[in-house]
């Protein structure tokens, strides 16, 4: 359970240019300084932006993570809804699940 | 010398990112409000605007997460998003440090705020910036509530910031105007997204323009969080405009939840 550090890499990511740099260059070898579990690091690297969001990614990282990753608004909202689907509830951090009933 | 103008207003990034998806009759309104504010702070005649934002990740992070943060610098940058996702050009914005120092010294008698001399602006100061203060030529002072990352600071102590903030506004030579800028109900960023607790809105709106300091403290979060949800937070933001503007009334002049903008878009101003 390393949530802390995919928000960590996410926050510089979409923060510090430098960062972003690297993430072009050599995602691995950046990736290798935030320590992760294997399904956590699977959910950045894809991405997947769903189990992201199950595994309690704050919204306000992950919706600039999936624009970087190019997924388009709409698909971001989808890929959300498709993770609970799959994964279930959320598992930590800010949100509990809220429902899913709104479709905008 | 104090302050001369304070309102409050949303921030929700799909306000300028997202507007092609709303009507243009609707948006008009919207933008005919923010207007109105923009022409009511320049009557005002202020020197500087003192933000107070709720920012998402930034600039502060759960390594070291200040409940109260006070820029300080002589200028800013923004937005730190994607300017084509935001619709907002990159800018630099002015500020006056040395004012913000004068502020921070005060609010720091009675709530113990941290400061930034370096200050990336998110869509939470860059969408109101960009219709109230559209050539970026008036000083900013931003101030941010943390809103995002739990545990949060009481929302009695919001209110507490407001009053210290008036209190360091009332101390300087400087003629400062004061907006909060936050959402009320609303589900950003989350597979809710869109989904808005009108009534729930409409009643803390009502308290909001009594300035009835009771009713605006008797949230608790958990509340907040069921019928308003994790973006119902930022109504720290209205709480502390309200305390900065205690024993004036305020007035609502735009209220409309549009589900695209995610928010109930709200402009919204106290006596001073």
Sequence with gaps: ?104 | MSLVFAGACSHAPGITGRADRVGRDRLARLHAAFERMRRAIEAAEPDALLVVGAEHFANFFMDNMPAYCIGMADGYEGPIEDPDWLAIPRAAIPGDADLSRRLIAEVLEEVDVSYAEEWKFDHGIMVPLHFLTPAYDLPVVPANINCQGPPLTPVHRAWAFGRALRRACDAVPERIAMIGTGGISHWPATPDSGKINEAWDRAFLDRFAANDRDALLSYSDTDTYREAGQGGFEIRTFIAVAGAAYGARGEIWHYDPIPDFAVGCTVAVMAT
């Design chain 1, 1 to 104: 359970m390393s949530l802390y550090q995919v928000q960590k890499l996410i926050y510089r990511l979409n923060r510090d240019p430098h960062t972003r740099q690297r993430y072009e260059d050599d995602f691995e070898a950046l990736l290798e300084e935030y320590p992760m579990t294997a399904e956590e690091s699977r959910a950045v690297r894809e991405p997947d932006i769903g189990l992201l969001y199950v595994l309690g990614v704050n919204g306000q990282l992950l919706m600039h993570y999936a624009a970087l990753r190019g997924y388009p608004w709409n698909d971001y909202l989808e890929a959300m809804r498709e993770g609970v689907r799959r994964h279930g509830p959320v598992r930590a951090g800010l949100y509990a699940m809220v429902g899913g009933e709104a479709d905008r």
